[in-house]
C-alpha cells in the first residue's frame, strides 16, 4: 500500500487515499501501457530497501500478467523476489503511478530472463506537485459559474486558463467590479466539459492584470475543501488535458 500521504500532495486537507484509487480494469491497462510505450523507468523496492529498475515491456490483459525488464544484478534480483512485498513506483509527467507487484517470478523467455508478476489492482495515482498546471486545449469548456458578491450583477460565466489540483485561473471581464483577495467565492460550479462537473468554494489567492489590463483581469484561485469524488474527476481531467497536449505536439 502507498506509504505516501495524498492530502499533503493534493493540498487538500480532506482526501485520503482512496480518493487516488484506480480499480477499473481498462483504466488500470491504459495507464499501464502508457508507461510501456514511453519507456518510463519503473522503480521495484521493497520495505527493507532493496531496488532495482525495470522496464514495463508487455501488458498481456488475456493472461492477467505483466513483463518487466531489468538489468539488476541475478543476486539483486533473487534479494527482490524473496520479498514478501514489492511496490513498484514511475512518474508519467507529473502524475506518480504505484502499485503493488504481486506474483513476482523471474522466468526464461526468448530474449533471456524476464520478471514476470500479475497485472496490478489497485493502482494509486498521485499528483506529483500541487503547482502543476495545464492549460486546456478547447475553446468552449471549461468555465466557472457563480454568483457575484453584489446580488445586482448575479451570475458570472468565467472562462477558465488553467487549473491544477489545488486551484484555478479566471477570466474577468474588465467592464465588472473587481474582486478582493482573500474573498470566499461559495458553491462554484466548474465545468471541465461536457462530462465533468464540479461543485465547490473557492478562494481568491491573487488578482493579476494581464499583457493589456484594459481587457482583462486574472483571478487566481483556491479550491477549499476539494470532495474526493470531484477531486478524483479533477484528476482524470488534468490527464486527459496532458494526453491531448502530447498527442497535439506530436503532430507538430
Do not use: W
Not at 19 to 30: G, M, N, V, W, Y
Request: contains cysteine; proline residues 8%.
Amino acid at each position: 500500500m502507498p506509504d505516501a500521504n495524498p492530502s499533503s500532495e493534493a493540498g487538500v486537507d480532506t482526501v485520503d487515499v482512496g480518493s487516488f484509487r484506480l480499480d477499473a480494469t481498462l483504466e488500470i491497462q491504459t495507464l499501464l501501457r502508457e508507461l510501456q510505450a514511453q519507456r518510463t523507468p519503473l522503480t521495484l523496492s521493497t520495505p527493507t530497501g532493496e531496488s532495482c529498475k525495470a522496464l514495463l515491456v508487455e501488458v498481456d490483459a488475456r493472461r492477467g500478467v505483466i513483463d518487466l525488464d531489468s538489468s539488476a544484478s541475478p543476486e539483486h534480483l533473487r534479494t527482490l523476489l524473496a520479498s514478501d512485498e514489492v511496490q513498484a513506483q514511475a512518474f508519467l509527467d507529473n502524475i506518480r503511478l504505484q502499485f503493488d507487484v504481486d506474483g513476482l517470478v523471474l522466468v526464461q523467455g526468448s530474449a533471456g530472463a524476464m520478471l514476470q508478476a500479475n497485472l496490478p489492482s489497485p493502482l494509486f495515482r498521485f499528483q506529483r506537485r500541487q503547482a502543476y498546471r495545464v492549460q486546456p486545449t478547447g475553446s468552449a469548456y471549461p468555465f466557472a459559474k457563480f454568483e457575484h458578491p453584489d446580488p445586482a450583477i448575479g451570475l458570472l460565466r468565467l472562462r477558465v486558463l488553467d487549473v491544477s489540483i489545488g486551484g484555478l485561473a479566471l477570466l474577468l471581464p474588465p467592464e465588472l467590479p473587481p474582486l478582493e483577495p482573500g474573498a470566499l467565492i461559495e458553491l462554484a460550479r466548474l465545468e471541465l466539459d461536457r462530462d465533468t462537473r464540479l461543485e465547490t468554494s473557492l478562494r481568491l489567492q491573487h488578482v493579476s492584470s494581464l499583457q493589456n489590463p484594459a481587457e482583462f483581469v486574472q483571478l487566481g484561485c483556491a479550491f477549499v475543501q476539494l470532495p474526493p469524488l470531484s477531486l478524483r474527476d479533477l484528476q482524470r481531467f488534468i490527464d486527459q488535458t496532458q494526453k491531448r497536449r502530447r498527442l497535439l505536439q506530436r503532430k507538430i
